[in-house]
């Protein structure tokens, strides 16, 4: 790899403003001043530091989001604020998207990467990776409801898989649900075949990785290893993207 992608790559400009690090001679390589932005490097064995300081490179990011209302899970969108509004400048270069998506009004866990094989893997219909949702209703559920979801409920264009509904409180309007798939609107449509509507909803955990009950809405930081091994522990498959970050 090219000593100017190394450190643009590692957060410390573009292209011409690393060059121009590179040349004003404050960048050392295995203790060897470098001074060519061309100077081809390996970039899990040399050692590459500024003014001193090691620089560790990491080819993926990996962050846990407390989405709020109001924004969609997209890049881009011309009529709404998006989740990458809510990435600190720091990140950006790494250029993060969301591992699936949350709806415009559901709070919650959310995470972003760059790393397309994980994401594919955790969003993959063969791995089941369970998603955990605090849901409101505005009216009670009861054990007939559990029982429908746990048998999977009929859709005309699908038919979901067997799910877990919880009962949280004794009204039965506060519950929580585990679903293995992520359809269109998945749990506000089981609830209407129940005969209820979801008034709140917030994701609070993916696989066996919760939301940090710290993070308040809209704020966002990286995944620790152990939540890393949390987020991917279902299938060690899943771990293959991640692995390279090491």
């Known amino acids: 790899m090219r000593l100017d992608k190394y450190l643009s790559e590692t957060g410390f400009g573009t292209r011409s403003e690393v060059k121009k690090l590179i040349r004003g001679g404050s960048v050392t390589v295995n203790g060897i001043a470098a ?8 970039e ?8 001193g300081n090691e620089v560790k490179y990491r080819k993926f990011i990996y962050l846990m989001l407390n989405k709020p209302q109001g924004c969609v899970s997209a890049t881009f969108d011309r009529h709404f604020p998006t989740v990458i509004d ?5 990140y950006l270069h790494f250029e993060p998207f969301p591992v699936g998506r949350l709806d415009i009004d559901t709070e919650g866990l959310l995470i972003l990467t ?11 219909p063969k791995s089941h990776v369970p998603k955990t949702y605090y849901a409101e209703l505005d009216r009670p559920a009861d054990e007939n409801d559990i029982e ?12 979901a898989m067997p799910a877990e509904l919880r009962l949280l409180d004794e009204g039965g309007t506060k519950t929580e649900v585990v679903i293995r798939e992520g359809k269109f609107h998945q749990v506000k449509r089981m609830f209407e075949v129940c005969g209820k509507n979801v008034t709140y909803l917030k994701r609070i955990k993916m696989n066996n990785l919760p939301l940090d009950d710290g993070l ?6 990286e995944l620790t290893p152990r939540e890393l091994e ?17």
Do not use: W, Y
Request: hydrophobic share 35%; aromatic share 4%; glycine share 8%.
């Open 216 to 221: 308040q809405l809209g704020e966002i930081r």
């Open 44 to 51: 899990l064995s040399d050692r590459v530091c500024i003014g």
């Open 86 to 90: 809510l990435v600190p400048e720091e």
């Open 148 to 159: 429908r979801f746990r048998r999977g409920i009929a859709f005309d264009d699908f038919t």
């Open 35 to 42: 001074s060519k932005p061309d100077l081809h490097i390996d």
């Open 230 to 246: 949390m987020l991917t522990l279902t299938n060690p498959n899943i771990m293959k993207g991640a692995d390279e970050n090491d």
């Open 114 to 124: 760059n790393d397309g094989a994980l994401s594919h893997r955790l969003l993959s």
